[in-house]
């Protein structure tokens, strides 16, 4: 079982990054995806969710309008389209499938 993350790191304020997560060895299309991230020295916190079928998703509210989720049964892929970084959005972000399978975590780091 795997859910590989690739995507990330260093961005200038107001930039954009993509994050992705490619699922193995388990039925991605029964599982709700969510991102989650953690700064440095802060709890993880959740992100954005998405569910099974794609046709619902959720965001935090800081992210709202900013960051985009979105998947692909068919490629057992999910991304997180993030537009207009601030600062604030410096973490380590994780992808999980259900409330199972994590991804490995990449870095994004906004900085001038």
């Known amino acids: 079982v795997q859910f590989v993350q690739s995507g990330g790191g260093l961005v200038q304020p107001g930039g954009s990054l993509r994050l992705s997560c490619a699922a193995a060895?388990?039925?991605?299309?029964?599982?709700?995806v969510s991102w989650h991230r953690q700064a440095p020295g802060k709890e993880r916190e959740w992100v954005a969710s998405?569910?099974?079928?794609?046709?619902?998703?959720n965001y935090l509210s800081s992210v709202k309008g900013r960051f985009t989720i979105s998947r692909d049964n068919d490629k057992n892929t999910t991304w997180l389209q993030m537009n207009s970084l601030k600062p604030e959005d410096t973490a380590v972000y994780y992808c999980?499938?259900?409330?199972?399978?994590w991804g490995q975590g990449t870095q994004v780091t906004v900085s001038s």
């Open positions: 999980l499938a259900g409330s199972i399978y």
């Open positions: 060895g388990f039925t991605f299309s029964n599982y709700h």
């Open positions: 998405i569910s099974s079928k794609g046709d619902a998703s």
